[in-house]
DNA sequence: GTTCTCACA
DNA sequence: TGTGAGAA
């Protein structure tokens, strides 16, 4: 048994990412709505989160806080896709 | 507690 | 980009 858990484990609710994330259940709603984040969904349609997905919520914050638009962190999401590091 | 829609600044 | 209010 690995006793640790996976990073892609998605067992997060939206407002655990609120505390985390420090964001608000509208703006992690809304960072989905233009395809920031791609959390699963449970059979009642609930988002649920993993360790990526609330780790990536505050790379998109910090963007944003930057001065960064939907459209330049798709770019940036882009080039954290195209490589690892 | 969570999700969706419409309208606004 | 982020939020308020109403309904399920």
Do not use: H, W
């Not at 048994?1 to 964001?23: D, H, W, Y």
């Not at 993993?50 to 780790?55: G, L, V």
């Amino acid at each position: 048994m690995k006793g640790n858990i996976p990073r892609s484990a998605a067992c997060f609710p939206i407002s655990v990412v609120q505390e985390i994330t420090s964001l608000s259940a509208r703006q992690i709603r809304y960072y989905e709505e233009q395809g920031l984040i791609d959390p699963e969904r449970n059979q009642g349609n609930q988002r649920l989160f993993s360790m990526n997905d609330i780790d990536r919520c505050q790379e998109i914050k910090e963007l944003i806080d930057q001065g960064l638009n939907i459209a330049g962190i798709k770019a940036v999401l882009s080039a954290r896709n195209k490589n690892s590091g």
